[in-house]
Nanobody, 123 residues
Framework: QVQLVESGGGLVQPGGSLRLSCAAS????????IGWFRQAPGKEREGVSC????????TYSDSVKGRFTISKDNAKNTVYLHMNSLKPGDTAIYYC????????????????WGQGTQVTVSS
């Protein structure tokens, strides 16, 4: 069983930056992927980015590519999402999630979820 805790959200102005953290505990060894998702009120949950624990490859949605960067520190069991050039459209609750195997942008394919952290981009 894996527990995930997000942190780092907050209020930022358009064009600003935030770094989100996803700390994992429990059974975290082996082949698995950590994905970042976001959900705004009244909207579907969408995939943002993903990284595998044992591989270097990463994925990004078209809406954040070039602005967001996902990274990991396996020794700390932590995945980060560096968000730059933030826009009001990035406002959402951001979740991290874990699944066995490779990356996916489908929320239903992930087994474990964190509680989420609020990101608000507004002037």
């Amino acid at each position: 069983q894996v527990q995930l805790v997000e942190s780092g959200g907050g209020l930022v102005q358009p064009g600003g930056s935030l770094r989100l953290s996803c700390a994992a505990s429990g059974t975290t060894s082996g082949y698995y992927a950590i994905g970042w998702f976001r959900q705004a009120p009244g909207k579907e949950r969408e995939g943002v980015s993903c990284i595998r624990r044992s591989e270097a490859g990463t994925t990004y949605s078209d809406s954040v590519k070039g602005r967001f960067t996902i990274s990991k520190d396996n020794a700390k069991n932590t995945v980060y999402l560096h968000m730059n050039s933030l826009k009001p459209g990035d406002t959402a609750i951001y979740y991290c999630a874990a699944r066995s195997g490779s990356c996916s942008n489908t929320p239903g394919s992930y087994i474990y979820w964190g509680q989420g952290t609020q990101v608000t981009v507004s002037s």
